[in-house]
């Protein structure tokens, strides 16, 4: 209400400051149940996180599996070339040697069939090798990869790597699997994440249970807005203070139960997901080492037996231009 003073209109005004505080004893009693969902978005962020470098690393793999099967189909069109190659060659002497009377017809036809069976191996040779690389432009282009499609015949990989040494211990394969491993890593996040919400749903079943505090300070009929330093005649100045405890209990907390459930029995599905992607990490590590160790050892077979082929081939030649063998032998 307006005063009037000295003959001039003087309006009043009021002002009041109000502070309330409470901090739970039981339920939701503590940092970590008041900072749950923070802690809950974050373990999920986390899994997500690792989930996705998973991805990440099999798409790598994918990748490096499409590149060295394109340097496989690669290898078995350069043998089928040459084998066309080298059968061409048998043909032209044959048929030089026929038109001497030196052969039978029958060796220039297993010649012409011989040649007729490599063409035909290497014009299958061709199309795998083609999708091969197709393949691998999907993988690395993805959507884009039909604007790449020139590139399927010029696409090439490198010489593959020497043999690597050998795999590690076992035991050192488990724990590396176990501590590198990003889906191991997602698991155990999603296992934190499921015994915190047990956690939280076990302290919602807690009497609720509150110290309670408020102050507010209050001036009123002032002629501006103030709190303090209230020396101006006809100001009323006012402080009030509570304290107080606040108990709550509810009488049929079925809400908060069906959650407790529900919270433990996802925890221990998350226990046993994470015991089930360690065991699997576990078996493709020992998997892929084993097939590591294989290969080298084929590998080396391989060369072996390239190395008595080359010689042994190199012999039929020989017996060949001397007549000891026949054009199919």
Known sequence: ????????????????????????????????????????????????????????????AAVESAYWSLGLFEAIERLSRDSL??????????????????????DLIT???????????????????????????LFVYGEKADAMAGRVDALATEPPPDAPSGPLAPM??????????????????????SVLSERVARNALLPD??????????????????????????????RDWKVG?????????REARAALEKSAWDAQGSALALASTRANARSEVRIAARAVEAGTLRLEQARLSLELA??????GQKQLQLGLVDSFR
């Open 209 to 238: 249970l509150s110290l309670a505090g408020s102050l507010a300070a209050e001036t009123q009929a002032a002629d501006s807005f103030r709190l303090f330093s209230n020396t101006r005649a006809g100001d009323l100045d006012r």
């Open 111 to 137: 010649s012409r069939r011989g040649v007729q069976a490599r063409r035909t191996s290497l014009t299958e040779a061709t199309r795998r090798r083609r999708d091969a690389a197709e393949q691998l432009l």
């Open 1 to 60: 209400n307006p005063l009037i003073a000295s003959g001039e209109l003087q309006p009043s005004a009021s002002t009041m400051l109000s502070l309330t505080l409470r901090q739970p004893l039981l339920r939701g009693a503590g940092p970590r149940y008041a900072g749950a969902p923070v802690d809950l978005a974050r373990l999920a962020s986390m899994s997500a996180e690792e989930r996705l470098e998973r991805t990440v690393e099999e798409t790598i």
């Open 172 to 193: 050192d394969l488990d724990a590396l699997a176990t501590s590198l491993r990003s889906d191991v890593r997602a698991s155990q996040h999603d296992l934190e994440r």
């Open 85 to 106: 190659r080298r059968n061409e060659e048998l043909l032209s002497r044959n048929e030089r040697m026929r038109s001497l009377g030196l052969i039978a017809d029958v």
């Open 245 to 253: 405890l606040t108990f709550s209990f509810p009488l049929a907390n």
């Open 310 to 315: 080359r010689q042994q081939y190199e012999a």
